[in-house]
């Protein structure tokens, strides 16, 4: 079906505290924060992903996968009128990931 990009708005005027960025894959949405991958929309639906301090942040939240034979994330798109539990999550989430490896430079021919 793919996310609808008023979806994304709306997920990101919530999280406007956050300095998010986000690229389109595949019909849907992948978010960023300090250049990790925090959260996917899929199906117009906010998806977290489930690193241990996610999960502490969010233990009440239900697990589904976000595509048909995926893993389970956080489903989250109902705590999108609670940024007071999303978006300390979200920081959670970014602070137990690594860096983002450095984009090789690409030679001259």
Known sequence: MG?????LAHMLD?????PLTHCR????YVLYLDG???AVI???RLWLKP????????????????????????????LLDEPDRLV???RAIAADLPAPKPK???SKP
């Open 25 to 28: 894959m595949m019909g849907e």
């Open 88 to 90: 300390p999550a979200l």
């Open 3 to 7: 996310s609808r990009a008023e979806s």
């Open 36 to 38: 990790k991958v925090v």
């Open 42 to 44: 899929a199906d117009d």
């Open 14 to 18: 919530c999280l406007s505290e956050l």
């Open 51 to 78: 690193t241990p301090g996610g999960l502490a942040c969010l233990s009440d939240c239900p697990r589904e996968a976000p595509f048909p034979g995926g893993k389970d994330w956080i489903s989250a798109d109902s």
């Open 104 to 106: 090789a430079r690409k």
